[in-house]
Each structure stands twice: as structure tokens, then as C-alpha cells.
């Protein structure tokens, strides 16, 4: 079965960084679209960002060029490098991957969690 480990996530202080990173095993598909979804308590999940297998980028309005999302098709890895996080960004991050037939895949969600 497919597994996504995610890594990265911990406490920081407002403006500071922090890179996830999520590797993806036991693959049994090809993968179509990776990125990074957020949620915290009482909230929907939302987009944080999405990378297609050609490189296209797309991120959630409030990401504002403060996160960069990359990929390594050759490991099966999407990153997230994330820089001046403030308050607002704390949630539990989870990676997601989606194959090339639409099939979703998500990881077990990293915190962070960004102090004032």
C-alpha cells in the first residue's frame, strides 16, 4: 500500500522558516499532481500548494510568495519550503499526491506551529 511520510513540521517563531518534505513509497501508479494541504481544528482542509509532473505550480491565495513547492519525480518527493510563516499558518500539514487517474493520496499531517 502506498505510503506518504511527511517530515519537517515543529514549532518556529513569527517570520521564521521551515521546509517540509514528503516521500512517497510502495508506489504502484504514476504520479500526476503533488502539493500540500493544510487544516486546523474546527476548519475545512485547504490548499496550500500543488505541483504538476511538468512543474506548473498553483498556490492558495494567502500563501501571498512565501512558500516555494518543488518536486523530485525521481525520488517520488514534493518539498514545501515555507518563509516568513506567521500565526496564521499554524495548522497540520499533510502531503497529497494524485495519480494519473485521479486517484488521491494523502499523507498522516505534520504540525506546525509558528509562535507569536
Known amino acids: 500500500q502506498v505510503q506518504l511520510v511527511e517530515s519537517g513540521g515543529g514549532l518556529v517563531q513569527a517570520g521564521g522558516s521551515l521546509e517540509l518534505s514528503c516521500a512517497v513509497s510502495?508506489?504502484?501508479?504514476?504520479?500526476?499532481?503533488m502539493g500540500w494541504y493544510r487544516q486546523v481544528p474546527g476548519k475545512q482542509r485547504e490548499r496550500v500548494a500543488a505541483?504538476?509532473?511538468?512543474?506548473?505550480?498553483l498556490y492558495g491565495a494567502f500563501v501571498k510568495g512565501r512558500f516555494t513547492i518543488s518536486r523530485d519525480n525521481a525520488k517520488n518527493a514534493v518539498y514545501l519550503q515555507m518563509n516568513s510563516l506567521n500565526p496564521e499558518d499554524t495548522a497540520v500539514y499533510y502531503c497529497?499526491?494524485?495519480?494519473?487517474?485521479?486517484?488521491?493520496?494523502w499523507g498522516q499531517g505534520t504540525q506546525v506551529t509558528v509562535s507569536s
Open positions: 505541483i504538476t509532473s511538468g512543474g506548473g505550480t
Open positions: 497529497w499526491v494524485r495519480s494519473t487517474v485521479l486517484n488521491d493520496y
Open positions: 510502495d508506489i504502484f501508479f504514476s504520479i500526476n499532481a
